[in-house]
Nanobody
Framework: QVQLEESGGGSVQPGGSLRLSCAAS????????MGWFRQLPGKKREIVAA????????HYATSVKGRFTISQDSAKTTAYLQMNNLETGDTAMYYC???????????????????????WGQGIQVTVSS
């Protein structure tokens, strides 16, 4: 059973930066997809970024492209979301998601497949406000 633990949320002013971390334990296979979703109150959850561990292949939502960067540590078990130039519209609960996969996929595949990820973190609040 894979478990995910998120950290790094908080409050920041517009234009500021935050870095979220998602530490995974219990992976059994060699490759994984990890990603970050966010959900505003009363809104549908949306994926913002995904990464495939095999090639560090990434994919981003249009709304965050150029401002957010997803990465993994060398062990490919912790995913980071570096969020720069934050806007008030980025305020949301952020969730980490993961799944195990085979070697021949991409960040784009992960971006779609994570919608049905079997493993989820508990969520962490990010608030952008002046």
């Amino acid at each position: 059973q894979v478990q995910l633990e998120e950290s790094g949320g908080g409050s920041v002013q517009p234009g500021g930066s935050l870095r979220l971390s998602c530490a995974a334990s219990g992976y059994r296979y060699g490759y994984n997809c990890m990603g970050w979703f966010r959900q505003l109150p009363g809104k549908k959850r949306e994926i913002v970024a995904a990464i495939f561990s095999g090639r560090d292949s990434t994919h981003y939502a249009t709304s965050v492209k150029g401002r957010f960067t997803i990465s993994q540590d060398s062990a490919k078990t912790t995913a980071y979301l570096q969020m720069n130039n934050l806007e008030t519209g980025d305020t949301a609960m952020y969730y980490c998601a993961a799944l195990e996969t085979t070697s021949g996929v991409s960040g784009g595949y992960c971006y779609m497949a994570l919608e049905k990820a079997p493993y989820w973190g508990q969520g962490i609040q990010v608030t952008v406000s002046s």
